[in-house]
């Protein structure tokens, strides 16, 4: 009997937690940088990587900061008439709802991928600063305007479209998936969207995801469409820039981005 009312108490300590730091006057700021409280982030950086760069840790799941961020920014009603009250989950359990458990993930990406070297290579070529240049981006990058949640599963949507050779980590392309998926049409990303149908109902159609995501920067006025970062917008092998300008565009859009969505996120507070 002790030890049901041991687990009983240990369960009741760990709700009151979350929901103090959930209710706590906790102010978000939307400019806050993850990459500074993630433990090594910024360690010999460049040492191994010159060219490249390689942090030493990832804000998506170091960042004590980025999490409470998501717990308090998602926490709030849901597109079907339910209200997500996400709780910090234990171990590799990210945060928790219901029968939910997500991850977060960032959806902006540079491709300082080795496979990508020689676009990288040309680009610091032509940057003045290029080392600055780039931990600028990522500072920018890391704020909460860059990020967003998804459920963490095995094959997860965060896995699939960095993976899938078609959309290779672009969000554009991802967001794209999301509203064919909302349309019933195939796209790369089918498969996987299916198998989280649980998830996506939860905000009804492509609106109440962009809405609740603050996304509406990245669609037309009326959500018909996406708004694509580069001219390339078909669902192509290896989608990523071919040139120093397309690499360039890129990365000034995404932070354009960034900046957009930090600001629909602080008037949202």
Not at 79 to 105: I, Q, R, V
């Amino acid at each position: 009997m002790l030890i049901f009312y041991h687990i009983f108490v240990s369960s009741l300590v760990g709700s009151l937690r979350n929901m103090l730091i959930l209710n706590c006057d906790m102010k978000i700021d939307v400019n806050f940088d993850f990459t500074t409280d993630t433990p090594r982030y910024w360690d010999n950086f460049w040492e191994s990587e010159p060219i490249l760069g390689c942090a030493g840790n990832d804000p998506d799941s170091k960042s004590k900061s980025l999490r409470l961020y998501h717990q308090k920014l998602w926490s709030k009603p849901l597109p079907n008439g339910e209200h997500m009250e996400l709780a910090l989950g234990k171990g590799s359990d990210y945060l928790t709802w219901k029968n939910f458990c997500f991850g977060s993930d960032s959806i902006i990406v540079s491709f300082r991928y080795k496979k990508y070297r020689k676009i990288i290579e040309e680009v610091a070529n032509i940057v003045p600063d290029y080392r600055g240049y780039i931990e600028n981006y990522l500072r920018k990058a890391n704020t909460i305007g860059g990020s967003i949640i998804f459920p963490k599963v095995k094959g997860s949507i965060n896995q699939s479209r960095g993976c899938n050779i078609r959309i290779k980590d672009r969000w554009d392309l991802t967001l794209e998936c999301i509203r064919l998926y909302y349309l019933g049409l195939e796209s790369p990303l089918t498969e996987v969207l299916n198998a989280n149908k649980d998830f996506f109902d939860l905000f009804v159609d492509f609106k109440g995801y962009v809405d609740f995501f603050y996304l509406q920067d990245c669609v037309s006025e009326d959500y018909e469409k996406v708004i694509f970062w580069l001219d390339h917008k078909e669902f192509i092998p290896n989608p990523l820039p071919r040139n120093t300008d397309e690499y360039l565009t890129w990365i000034e859009r995404e932070l354009e981005f960034v900046k957009m969505r930090n600001e629909r996120i602080r008037l949202s507070l």
